[in-house]
Structures are given as C-alpha cells and as structure tokens.
C-alpha cells in the first residue's frame, strides 16, 4: 500500500471558529504542504459568509448579520535544498473581527420609545485583520522521523474600534509581531501515516491610536491591544483500506491569555487596578477545535473528503457583545481533480451551526439619563439558530 495511492485525496480545511467564546482566530497555520515531494506550490480562495443575529424576547432584534462577509487568499510554496532539507513559505488571514452591531440592530428600545437608530448608535462596532506570513524549514532525521521550525511574522492592519459605552472611538495603526513554530512528525509512507505536533507562539499587537472622548478638546492618546496565542496543534492521518485515508485534528488556543483591550490614562484592568492599566473589551475563553474525517480516491483523476468538525462550548451565558455562540459542530465535503499530472484543482465548503448563547451584556444597555432605565429590561440578546456557510477553491502544482 504506497503513499501515491492517497496521493489525490482532498483534505481542504474549513475554518468556523468565527464568532464564539474561543476567539477570533480565521485560518488555523496547515505544515502539510511541507510534506509533499519536490517542490510545490498552491494559492487558495476562501468564502465566508455568517448569518448570525439576535433575539430580545422573541423578537427579532437585528436586520442582517452581526458578522461580515470575508474573503481571503491562502499561498503556500515550498521546495527542497538538500535531500533531507526542506524550506517553504505560507500567508493567510490568522485572525480578525468584523463586528457590527451599529449596522445591523433595528429593534428600538422601551417599548418603541427609544428608536432603533439611537440604541444602534450606542453599541459595538469593532473591524480588525491579523495575516501572517510564515517561513518554515523542515529537517528529515530518516524516512519516518522529522522536525520543523519557524518565523511567523503577523501583520494587524489598521483597526477601527468603537465602543460608545465605553467612551472608546478609536482607529488604530496597524503593528506587526514576531511569534515562532516548533514541530515534529513521524512517518510510515507505506501506509500513508503521518503524525504532526505543531506548537506556535503567541504575537501580540499594540495599536497606537487617539481615543474620542465625551469633552471636545480633551482626546486622550491611547493603544488598540489584540494578541493571538499559543496554539498546539495535532494532526494525524493513515490509511486504512485500498485509496482511503482517515484522518484527525485536535487545536488547542490559549485565548483566555489573549483578550483585546484598550490602554489609556482612565482605563484599568479591574476595579482596584492602577489607572492605566489594560482594559479587557473582550471575554474570549481558551479553545480546543477537533475534527474528524475520511479521504477517498476514484480513478485517477478525481477525489473527494467529507469531515465533521466541533468545538464544545464554554457557557450558555455571556457578558460580552464580543462572544456570539456557545461553541458549534459543522460538516465538510471537499473534492480534488487532477488536471494533469502535476496540477491539481480542488474545491468544496463548509456549514457550520452555532451552539445558542445568551447575551446578559444587553441588560446594561440603559437611556443614560439619571434613572438609567434599561432599554430592553432584563432579557438577553439570544443568539440563536446561527450558522455560517464558507465556500473554497484551491489549485496546486508541483514541479
């Protein structure tokens, strides 16, 4: 049983992390090109689209997606130097928010008393992009054992960050970080088995910006702070019957380490804390994502892959606008076709459904008058029945 028998499967990997307690991580960093023979090279597309929205009370409290659309572009490229060196390069979206609460809520307040514009007006808005350029060297101890290393040099692009109950209007400058990856592998190429342990750094970003206050004249010069964190990552795959492959993924994000937060003169971490010192605007818990799924060529010319993914959830309660579901499970379907001997095109999608949470963040949406009467009393922003659809298309070549 040869490894060019599972040569054709599809393996495309689906992100859905978007939108729930563990994060804010897109595109998770994928070493298997670094094991493909001679050199190669791929460009993929990457489609998502969220539907994602709340209810106050059983009323529909929002007329489009919380989240937006993104779409982003995945290169990889990779080449041998010596016999048992290989060196190779990667770029992706790691990480981002597109959070729109100001264009997307369209329930009013107090029974009607307060228009939805005016309570649209007072919540989050926050858009942010982390990518990450990736160089990576992998070392063949022999035929079954290697070792990996790495620079990920991340880039945060300008972030704009508008929270009004927290007097925060702000557009930062992007920043870039440094992190670092370290792994290991172990083969039996007669049986297509590959065991990977990944483990990356965390990179942390410090927005420089100005923030709006309440008092004209009196802006306060401040920072945007975004982190992404440790991750370990393990993959294995093995085949286990005539051009069939299975395989699975376990990804582990210490995201309770890695929160966004704003830094000026009147911030502080907690109640007690120095004035100063960072304020957390999010309330992400650590992660752990797993998949599962099987890999099966037909002919020569065409394979496909079906997966199941899931992430299990933290709390079925939030005080965050920022934490939009309690975990999720989604299925993919991928398909590879081989146009010539050395190109491939592979495409497929994935659709993924939101574990329901509960926002008691909306409980502290008041008038801001004296009496500070809450707008929508003490229901919740319940986030329901969400799901988020993502659609990809690769080509790869080998040289």
């Known amino acids: 049983m040869s490894l060019a028998k599972y040569a054709g499967v599809s393996l495309i990997a689906m992100s859905a992390s978007m939108g729930h307690a563990g994060g804010m991580e897109d595109t998770a960093l994928s070493a298997g090109f670094m094991f493909e023979d001679g050199k190669y090279?791929?460009?993929?597309?990457?489609s998502q689209a969220p539907s994602i929205k709340a209810k106050v009370g059983?009323?529909?409290a929002m007329s489009k997606s919380v989240l937006g659309s993104v779409t982003s572009t995945n290169i990889k490229a990779k080449m041998d130097v010596l016999d048992n060196i290989s060196v190779g390069i990667t770029y992706y979206?790691?990480?981002g928010i597109k959070l729109d609460y100001q264009g997307s809520w369209s329930l009013a307040g107090l029974g009607g008393a307060?228009?939805?514009a005016t309570v649209a007006a007072g919540l989050p808005k926050v858009d942010l992009d982390v990518t990450a350029l990736a160089g990576l060297v992998k070392y063949d101890f022999n035929d079954n054992i290697s070792a990996l290393v790495g620079v990920k040099n991340g880039t945060a692009s300008d972030a704009t960050v508008l929270i009004p109950s927290e007097s925060v209007v702000a557009a930062a400058t992007g920043k870039s970080s440094l992190s670092y990856v370290v792994g290991a592998a172990y083969e039996i190429p007669e049986i297509a088995l590959r065991a990977e342990l990944i483990y990356e750094t965390s990179a942390d970003y410090v927005l420089a910006t100005i923030f709006a206050t309440n008092v004209p004249g009196t802006n306060v010069p401040g920072?945007?702070?975004?982190?992404?964190?440790?991750y370990t990552n393990l993959y294995v795959q093995s085949g286990i019957a005539e051009d069939t492959l299975a395989y699975a993924t376990i990804r582990k994000g210490e995201w309770k380490k890695s929160q966004v937060?704003?830094?000026?003169?009147?911030?502080r971490t907690k109640p007690a804390s120095a004035l100063g010192t960072p304020q957390d605007i999010s309330d992400f818990d650590d992660s752990t994502d797993y998949s599962i799924g099987l890999g099966r060529k037909f002919g020569d010319t065409w394979s496909s892959s079906i997966s199941y993914n899931w992430t299990s959830g933290t709390s079925a309660t939030t005080t965050s606008p920022f934490t939009l579901s309690n975990g999720n499970q989604g299925l993919s379907v991928g398909a590879k076709y081989a146009w010539n001997e050395n190109t491939?095109?592979?495409f497929g999608g994935n659709y993924t459904e939101f574990k329901d949470v509960a926002g008691q963040w909306l409980q502290a949406v008041t008038t801001g008058a004296p009496s500070n009467t809450k707008l929508f009393g003490t229901n919740n922003a319940d986030f329901k029945g969400n799901s988020v659809t993502t659609l990809g298309v690769s080509i790869s070549h080998s040289f």
Request: hydrophobic letters at 35%.
């Open 58 to 60: 059983g009323v529909s």
């Open 93 to 95: 979206r790691q990480a």
């Open 344 to 346: 491939d095109i592979s």
């Open 223 to 230: 920072t945007v702070n975004a982190s992404t964190p440790n």
């Open 261 to 267: 937060s704003i830094t000026n003169a009147g911030t």
């Open 114 to 116: 307060v228009p939805a």
């Open 41 to 46: 090279g791929s460009v993929s597309l990457k």
